[in-house]
C-alpha cells in the first residue's frame, strides 16, 4: 500500500466476491484503508481493488483469523464471507454450518477482541420463508425454508449476542436479491447474471416454476452504500435492505430482453427445493434510522449490468 495511511481501517471477510468487492471500493472510496479476508473459494483476486490488501485465508480457521484481525486492528468489520447457496445448504447441511454458524462466531471473537463493531450480511427472503405479509419487516416471523436460511438465523444471533455481551454496535443487514457488475453467472443465486449470460450467447434462458415467483431486486452498489452508512453510525440494529417492490421473474427477464434486443422463449423447470415464492422487504427502518434509501432503478440498474457483462464478454473474446 502507497502513501500514508488513514486512520480509519475496516476489513471485509469476503471481499473478494461479488457483493464484497463493492463494498471494499465503497469504503476505499470514503478514505479508508481496506483488508480483504478471502478464501477465493469463490471470490477472484481480480476483484481486490487496489489500494485493499488481500490475506487469503478461511474464517473456519479461528487462530489465523484471530492473528489477522489483532494484527490489523480494523475500526469496523464487514462480514460477508458466507456459505451462499440455497441447493448447496440442502445437499451439505454440516458444511453450511461451519462456514455461516463457527465462521460468524470466529468472526465475532476476532472482532471483540480489538473492539470493532460488525456488520453482518444476512438475508431477507430466505429468513422470513413464506406466508409473510409483502413487503416483510423486521419483526416479521422467521421461518427459513432451507438451511441456508437457518445458519444465516445463526449467525445474526451471535452478532447480535456478542453486540450486547460486549458493548459493540454490531449491525444486521438482510440484503434483497442483489444484481451488478461481477456477479458470477456460474452458480444459482445470481439470476441476473445467469440470464445475461444466455442472452448474450443466443441461448434459451431457464425458469424454474412458473415464473411467477417475486424477489426484491436491489443493486449491488446501493448495497455498499448501505454497509457503509452501517459501519459508521456507532448504533446497533437490524436493518432489511432492498427496495420493497416484487418484481417476478418473468419481469426481470423481459427488462433484459430488451437491454439486449433479444426476444428468447425461456425454458421452464420445476421449482427448486427451498425456493420462495414470493419475497419483497420493507426498509423503512434503515431509511429513518441511517438515512438509506435505494437510488438505482431496476430499469437503469439492470440495462447497466447487461451492458457490463457485454463488456466483458467481449474483452475476453
Not at 465503497?26 to 481480480?46: I, N, P
Not at 452508512?229 to 419481469?251: D, F, H, I
Request: overall charge negative; proline content about 6%; some cysteine.
Amino acid at each position: 500500500m502507497t502513501g500514508i495511511p488513514s486512520a480509519k481501517r475496516a476489513l471485509v471477510t469476503g471481499g473478494a466476491g461479488f457483493i464484497g468487492s463493492h463494498v471494499v471500493e465503497r469504503f476505499l472510496a470514503d478514505g479508508y484503508d481496506v483488508l480483504v479476508v478471502d478464501d477465493l473459494s469463490t471470490g477472484s483476486v481480480a476483484n481486490v481493488i487496489e489500494p485493499a490488501r488481500l490475506e487469503q485465508l478461511d474464517i473456519v480457521d479461528a487462530d489465523a483469523l484471530a492473528h489477522c484481525v489483532s494484527t490489523f486492528e480494523p475500526e469496523v468489520v464487514c462480514h460477508l464471507a458466507a456459505q451462499a447457496s440455497v441447493t448447496v445448504s440442502v445437499g451439505r447441511p454440516e458444511h453450511d454450518l461451519a462456514v455461516n454458524v463457527r465462521g460468524t462466531m470466529n468472526v465475532c471473537q476476532a472482532a471483540r477482541a480489538v473492539g470493532a463493531p460488525i456488520v453482518f450480511a444476512s438475508t431477507g427472503g430466505a429468513l422470513y420463508g413464506d406466508g409473510q405479509a409483502v413487503p416483510t419487516p423486521e419483526d416479521a416471523p422467521v421461518e427459513p425454508l432451507a438451511p441456508y436460511g437457518a445458519s444465516k438465523l445463526g449467525g445474526e444471533a451471535y452478532v447480535g449476542t456478542w453486540g450486547r455481551l460486549y458493548g459493540l454496535p454490531n449491525v444486521i443487514l438482510r440484503l434483497g436479491n442483489i444484481y451488478g457488475p461481477r456477479q458470477s453467472p456460474h452458480g444459482e443465486a445470481g439470476v441476473v447474471a445467469i440470464f445475461s449470460d444466455r442472452l448474450l450467447r443466443g441461448q434459451a434462458p431457464t425458469v424454474f416454476g412458473d415464473g411467477e415467483q417475486t424477489r426484491d431486486y436491489v443493486h449491488v452498489k446501493d448495497v455498499a452504500s448501505a454497509f457503509l452508512l452501517a459501519g459508521r453510525s456507532g448504533t446497533a440494529g437490524t436493518y432489511n435492505v432492498g427496495w420493497g417492490m416484487e418484481t417476478s421473474v418473468l419481469e426481470l427477464l423481459a427488462v433484459l430482453q430488451r437491454a439486449a434486443g433479444t426476444t428468447l422463449e425461456p425454458e421452464f423447470q420445476p421449482l427448486r427445493p427451498g425456493e420462495l415464492t414470493r419475497s419483497a422487504l420493507d426498509s423503512t427502518r434503515i431509511r429513518r434510522a441511517l438515512d438509506w434509501s435505494p437510488a438505482i432503478s431496476l430499469e437503469d440498474g439492470l440495462a447497466d449490468t447487461f451492458h457490463s457483462y457485454a463488456e466483458t464478454i467481449e474483452a475476453a473474446s
